[in-house]
């Protein structure tokens, strides 16, 4: 066991590779500006900004992927696998890896274990009654996860989490720093990676007030990748059909991709496979106890 003063073995990638990316979606669809207020579920024009996600933006990126034979993963809240079944039958079908992201994008910040431990399971009810599917994989709504997660998804038997942001290469996260702490794989993610900073631009509900060109989104995001991929570290993009499957932004995105396919030794997969890479090597598990103030002893 190391902690979180200590850097993280790196991981040996299969051989002939040299780094590792990953293509995720989180389709989010009305779940987050629900939460966020129950009274924008009146507000038809917010609903329909969201619900270009399932409706538009999914069928152009799934056609985006076929075109290229790439698998991506699909972070889908309950409710939105409740509210699009067909959609996410169809992403379940295209050989797409699907995974865990809360039931209605809760505000997990501080949450307590009992009521995450109930979102966490209505969210597993959703993807079983709806599509059947056990996922291995989580990502916490807003990246909010809390010390005691890891805990909660490991009873539940999930491999890995994609949420946390101390390092550019997937590692084993222990639950907590004691004696027979259990783990999972982690797989770092970060904002500079996500398009929610580049594109989201709702009134009243979530935005900066920009949108981005998705040219200087290309960029920034091609940059990144060439960085990541000369220090032998592991991509992983963040993008939400409601923002990224409009049409300027897919094309930016398909552009990326070809990025990707001329890089030398890079892995592209579905997390679900880089964490099974990664839960292979049989690396140190490294835990993340909470800062020690004096005051909060
Ligand atoms: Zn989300």
């Given amino acids: 066991m190391s902690d979180v003063t200590t850097p993280p073995p790196a991981p040996q990638w299969p051989d002939g590779i040299r780094a590792a990316a990953a293509l995720t979606f989180d389709l989010d669809a009305e779940s987050p500006v629900l939460t966020a207020d129950r009274a924008n579920g009146r507000r038809l024009g917010v609903m329909s900004h969201q619900a270009y996600g399932p409706l538009t933006g999914v069928p152009r990126l799934l056609r985006l992927l076929e ?3 790439l698998r991506a993963t699909f972070f889908v809240p309950g409710f939105t696998a409740e509210r699009y ?21 809760e505000a997990t910040a501080g949450m307590d274990a009992a009521t995450e431990a109930a979102m966490i399971d209505r969210g597993l ?38 949420t946390l942001m101390d390092c550019d290469v997937p590692y084993v996260l222990a639950e907590h720093d004691g004696p027979g702490a259990r783990s999972l794989v982690e797989i770092p993610i970060h904002w500079a990676l996500d398009d929610w900073e580049q594109y989201a631009f709702v ?28 220090e032998g570290g592991c991509f992983v993009l963040t993008n939400h059909p409601f923002l990224s499957g409009r049409p300027s932004r897919a094309a930016a995105l398909e552009q990326l991709i070809e990025v990707m396919e001329s890089l030398e030794g890079l892995w592209l997969a579905p997390l679900g496979e880089i964490s099974r890479h990664v839960r292979s090597l049989d690396l140190t598990p490294r835990a993340f106890p909470p800062p020690d103030l004096e005051d909060q002893r």
């Fill in 67 to 69: 075109r290229h034979r």
């Fill in 85 to 105: 079944p067909g959609v996410c039958s169809r992403i379940a079908e295209a050989g797409h890896e699907i995974a865990h992201h809360s039931y209605l994008h």
């Fill in 125 to 162: 009810e959703a993807l079983d009654s709806v599509l059947g599917i056990r996922p291995v994989g989580y990502r916490a709504p807003m990246w909010e996860i809390n010390y005691h997660t890891a805990g909660l998804l490991i009873d539940r038997g999930f491999e890995y989490d994609s």
């Fill in 203 to 230: 009134p009243d509900v979530t935005g900066s007030g920009l949108i981005e060109s998705p040219a200087k989104v290309l960029e920034m995001w091609s940059l990144e990748l060439r960085a990541y991929h000369a």
